[in-house]
């Protein structure tokens, strides 16, 4: 057996992370996928497949760039019935989407990884689905055992490498799953180890309707806010992915518990405390934005007496105003009048106190 290569790091040459969607799925690196049944995972694959094979734009602006090419495996869902109208619900350019059979004839893996190879060569793929990963695997590869699953994964991130091709594993949790989002997928920690970037889907703690694709890890870049997203239906009532934006929940509170409800006035509390934070605000808008987030008006007069929110009437445009405020709020410059009075702190005084000789 000859001998392996040993290489000063001097001699290697150092190469830029290339892209499908940036900073979610990187080209020749594996990325991970996990998520509860019916969360949409298979839906998020295929909404980033359509994106990709028509050159269009990703979920958050970024443009695709040229056309790709996307390999599909998917053990769970049929063609006909399934994979093929969500693909054309999304707008994919079926000339570029391929998926590969696994019912009559399905992949198991790390015995057939050759010829995963070959096809992605063949079809000069840019990205790989492998939905669900575990489904690839025989019965002798112990799926929690690291040894086993490194068997499988090393081959494939080399294949991936090779190819310069992304590869997407598609991974359910355990079904009691613990907080930390790291560890809630199935099987051995090797595999979101192997991952250059780790993903999970879930619902919204505090929105049954909102589902959020969050970042668990990343070995290739800083992690990205989490984004949001809806299950709708498209034509003939076909499920499909809507992206509503970017949000501030973390990876660990995705599928978590809701939070324990507010009662009414303390919930209006809190949001007017939050919407005086910068400054005076008209009254007129303050029940209009109250209105549109479901706060009745005499609950927010009620709140404004708990929370000590003051108001004060100024004349602007020939008639009077009245404003809102919050004494203990920072007083911007630019207010619209000036902090009453009785609300200003008393100048020091150089009398020998504390400050003092």
């Given at each position: 057996?000859?001998?392996?290569?040993?290489?000063?790091?001097?001699?290697?040459?150092?190469?830029?992370?290339?892209?499908?969607?940036?900073?979610?799925?990187?080209?020749?690196?594996?990325?991970?996928?996990?998520?509860?049944?019916?969360?949409?995972?298979?839906?998020?694959?295929?909404?980033?497949?359509?994106?990709?094979?028509?050159?269009?734009?990703?979920?958050?602006?970024?443009?695709?760039?040229?056309p790709?090419?996307?390999?599909?495996?998917?053990?769970?869902?049929?063609?006909?019935?399934?994979?093929?109208?969500?693909?054309?619900?999304?707008?994919?350019?079926?000339?570029?989407?391929?998926?590969?059979?696994?019912?009559?004839?399905?992949m198991?893996?790390?015995?057939?990884?050759?010829?995963?190879?070959?096809?992605?060569?063949?079809?000069?793929?840019?990205?790989?689905?492998?939905?669900?990963?575990?489904?690839?695997?025989?019965?002798?590869?112990?799926?929690?055992?690291?040894?086993?699953?490194?068997?499988?994964?090393?081959?494939?991130?080399?294949?991936?490498?090779?190819?310069?091709?992304?590869?997407?594993?598609?991974?359910?949790?355990?079904?009691?799953?613990?907080?930390?989002?790291?560890?809630?997928?199935?099987?051995?920690m090797?595999?979101?180890?192997?991952?250059?970037?780790?993903?999970?889907?879930?619902?919204?703690?505090?929105?049954p309707?909102?589902?959020?694709?969050?970042?668990?890890?990343?070995?290739?870049?800083?992690?990205?806010?989490?984004?949001?997203?809806?299950?709708?239906?498209?034509?003939?009532?076909?499920?499909?992915?809507?992206?509503?934006?970017?949000?501030?929940?973390?990876?660990?509170?995705?599928?978590?518990?809701?939070?324990?409800?507010?009662?009414?006035?303390?919930?209006?509390?809190?949001?007017?405390?939050?919407?005086?934070?910068?400054?005076?605000r008209?009254?007129?808008?303050?029940?209009?934005?109250?209105?549109?987030?479901?706060?009745?008006?005499?609950?927010?007069?009620?709140?404004?007496?708990?929370?000590?929110?003051?108001?004060?009437?100024?004349q602007?445009?020939?008639?009077?105003?009245w404003?809102?405020?919050?004494?203990?709020?920072?007083?911007?410059?630019?207010?619209?009048?000036?902090?009453?009075?009785?609300?200003?702190?008393?100048?020091?005084?150089?009398?020998?106190?504390?400050?003092?000789?």
């Open positions: 057996m000859p001998r392996r290569a040993v290489t000063p790091l001097s001699q290697v040459r150092v190469e830029q992370v290339r892209w499908l969607w940036k900073p979610f799925f990187a080209r020749g690196k594996i990325t991970l996928l996990d998520g509860d049944p019916g969360v949409g995972k298979s839906l998020i694959t295929i909404d980033l497949a359509a994106r990709l094979t028509r050159g269009g734009t990703l979920p958050d602006g970024q443009p695709a760039g040229r790709h090419t996307v390999l599909l495996l998917n053990a769970e869902d049929p063609a006909a019935y399934t994979v093929g109208p969500r693909a054309v619900a999304a707008g994919a350019d079926l000339d570029r989407l391929f998926l590969v059979d696994q019912f009559e004839h399905p198991r893996f790390p015995d057939d990884l050759p010829e995963l190879e070959a096809d992605i060569r063949e079809r000069q793929a840019d990205l790989v689905v492998i939905d669900p990963f575990m489904a690839f695997l025989p019965p002798k590869v112990a799926t929690g055992l690291d040894q086993c699953v490194r068997t499988v994964l090393t081959p494939l991130a080399a294949i991936a490498a090779r190819t310069d091709c992304g590869i997407l594993l598609v991974r359910h949790l355990k079904k009691s799953s613990p907080e930390n989002a790291l560890r809630r997928g199935q099987g051995s090797a595999i979101i180890g192997a991952a250059r970037t780790g993903l999970l889907a879930g619902p919204h703690p505090a929105d309707t909102l589902h959020v694709l969050a970042m668990t890890k990343s070995n290739l870049t800083e992690q990205a806010r989490p984004h949001g997203y809806r299950k709708a239906k498209g034509p003939n009532d076909v499920p499909a992915v809507v992206w509503t934006g970017t949000t501030d929940l973390t990876a660990d509170a995705v599928g978590g518990k809701p939070p324990a409800r507010m009662p009414a006035r303390d919930r209006a509390g809190t949001w007017l405390r939050e919407q005086l934070a910068n400054g005076p008209r009254a007129t808008e303050l029940f209009t934005a109250a209105f549109e987030v479901c706060i009745p008006e005499g609950t927010l007069k009620r709140a404004k007496e708990a929370e000590g929110v003051r108001s004060k009437k100024v602007a445009d020939g008639r009077g105003v404003y809102w405020y919050d004494p203990d709020a920072p007083w911007p410059a630019d207010a619209p009048f000036k902090m009453p009075k009785e609300f200003e702190l008393p100048p020091m005084e150089d009398n020998g106190g504390l400050f003092g000789d």
